[in-house]
């Protein structure tokens, strides 16, 4: 069964750090998602991209965020200068369509020291 | 605005009892999805249901069952004859209709209720 795969699982990073999470979603979705969930926390969107461009952003998405699709598989999240609040657990999640389950990945798991 | 409420924050019963987690919602949209996510301790988000707003029919899959009211803005997640594998965080999800400009499909979550279940 296609699954959506993140790396690394886990990372360490000291603040003001750049950190780039990687995901490789279905290969057949189009739709991409990024949500965090602080430790012990709700799950929040963070953003979703469609053709190569976002489509929807939240409030925590803001200039530290970056998305990019490099490739036809791989969909990153990069944060630019980390912050100790920034720490989560980051989940990349896809769907075939705006109407289609999304379904997410492992997550990764983000300490920033 | 969109909204939804676990007003369960934990949940402790002992295996084989039937367990209801509660998910009440809020949105202005008339076409919206529902959404029940499992969160095992190992962290991952596991698929449980989706739910359209057109659709109020009861649905069982095996010990699992979801009531869903639109009168009474609810979710809800039964699970019957409960086993120690269902500990976990249940997290419930809305998803608004696409809008142009607007929505795009982004799942609004609960703040989940975990279940421990003891032998």
């Not at chain 1, 929807?56 to 970056?66: G, H, L, V």
């Amino acid at each position: 069964e296609p699954e959506v795969t993140q790396t690394p699982s886990h990372q360490v990073t000291q603040m003001g750090q750049e950190v780039i999470l990687r995901c490789v979603p279905i290969s057949n979705h189009l739709y991409f998602y990024w949500y965090r969930q602080i430790l012990g926390q709700k799950v929040e969107f963070l953003v979703s991209f469609y053709n190569n461009e976002i489509s929807e952003k939240s409030e925590i998405f803001d200039d530290q965020f970056s998305v990019e699709r490099p490739d036809g598989s791989n969909f990153t999240l990069k944060i630019r200068s980390t912050k100790l609040e920034d720490s989560a657990m980051y989940f990349c999640a896809s769907g075939g369509s705006l109407l289609e389950t999304q379904y997410f990945g492992p997550g990764t798991r983000l300490l920033v020291l | 605005a969109q909204k939804v409420t676990q007003a369960q924050t934990e949940i402790s019963v002992v295996e084989k009892e039937d367990v209801t987690l509660d998910c009440v919602y809020e949105t202005r949209d008339t076409t919206y999805y529902l959404f029940w996510y499992k969160q095992p301790p190992s962290g991952e988000l596991v698929f449980l249901i989706r739910r359209n707003s057109f659709d109020e029919q009861n649905e069982i899959s095996g010990r699992y069952s979801w009531n869903f009211q639109k009168s009474t803005s609810s979710f809800n997640f039964t699970i019957t004859a409960s086993q120690v594998v269902d500990s976990a965080v249940y997290f419930c999800a809305l998803s608004e209709a696409v809008h142009y400009g607007g929505s795009q499909g982004n799942l609004i979550f609960g703040k989940g209720t975990k279940l421990s279940v003891k032998p």
